[in-house]
């Protein structure tokens, strides 16, 4: 089993109504209904595309109960952006949802069984970007991100996460024999869900100045994303990895751009002893960006 993950969905799946969970602990998921596209386009390999339809994992699920929890997926969402979608929810314990463009995450402890909800603000959910989500419950409280920024926290005291022998659903919220409460209307990759809200998952940030035609340096380990301020879904980066940390990533009018010349949303991750990566700014006037790092790749 990997480690302390409850449930891992790739969704790399070309095609089909069964997906794997790569966690070891057999979660294997279906689609009950129709509403899906399977092998569309992903953040990374492929993803399901949903409008109308749900994954679920029957209840009771092999995803084990704790006392913490870390949810994640990476979303791409679509048009409308209107009214409360699911992304992902085991019944009875947690749900991570898409409320009109905000993120929103509520956990219900066993001390008290009213849901402890968190919700971002400010409008930061857009349509057509690769977003990551996530949110937490350590305890004491229950906090968001998005794209690595933290936007969410309201102190929780509810004890333990309730047990719960509910399913688990990403993309809606099923109800037999065929109605879907709550769709989501885009693309969902990557779930996981974490038995921890251990402080090695959450972002450390920064925000980081270059002056026009000057370098910046980043140094670390771990997944780095980025994005410039005021722009908070313009992420653009690529992969590196051990043996590649002099690659150099240039702006040009406000878009980040490698040397080889490629362009989108991808990931920048090091590993190993920790790299220096290069960030040139040519853009013609100075930019501040926002770096954060998670020590373990969302």
């Known amino acids: 089993m990997s480690g302390n993950l409850s449930i891992n969905l790739e969704f790399d799946e070309l095609s089909g109504s069964s997906f794997a969970d790569t966690s070891g602990r057999g979660n294997v998921a279906t689609a009950p209904v129709s509403g899906i596209a399977v092998g569309s386009g992903g953040h990374s390999g492929k993803s399901v595309s949903f409008s109308g339809g749900v994954v679920t ?14 949810a994640e997926a990476w979303i791409q969402p679509q048009s409308p952006l ?16 898409q409320v009109n463009q905000n993120v929103m995450f509520e956990v219900i402890g066993t001390a008290n069984l009213v849901p402890c909800t968190t919700i971002s603000t400010g409008n930061q959910i857009t349509v057509g970007d690769w977003i990551h989500v996530a949110g937490w419950y350590d305890g004491l409280s229950v906090s968001l991100s998005i794209n690595g920024v933290v936007r969410a926290t309201t102190s929780c005291t509810n ?17 037999a024999p065929s109605t ?16 921890d809200a251990a402080q090695q998952y959450r972002p450390t940030r920064s925000v980081f100045v270059i002056p026009n035609n000057n370098s910046g340096y980043l140094e670390g380990e771990g997944f780095f994303m980025i994005s410039r301020v005021g722009s908070p ?42 790299h220096r990566f290069t960030i040139q700014n040519n853009s013609g006037s100075s930019i501040s960006l926002h770096v954060s790092l998670y020590n373990s790749a969302p």
């Open 82 to 97: 209107t009214g409360t979608q699911t992304i992902l929810t085991k019944v009875g314990s947690y749900s991570l949802k």
């Open 57 to 70: 994992v029957a209840g009771p699920t092999s995803m084990p109960d704790s006392p913490q929890v870390w």
């Open 233 to 274: 879904n313009q992420l653009y980066s690529f992969g590196v990895h051990e043996g590649n940390g002099g690659t150099t990533i240039f702006n040009q009018s406000g878009h980040f751009t490698t040397t080889n010349g490629t362009d989108g949303k991808v990931n920048l991750f090091s590993e190993g002893p920790p």
């Open 180 to 195: 879907v409460i709550e769709p989501y209307a885009g693309r969902i990759d990557e779930v996981r869900v974490r038995m």
């Open 159 to 175: 004890g333990p996460v309730a047990s719960s022998a509910g399913p688990f659903y990403v993309g809606g919220i099923f109800t």
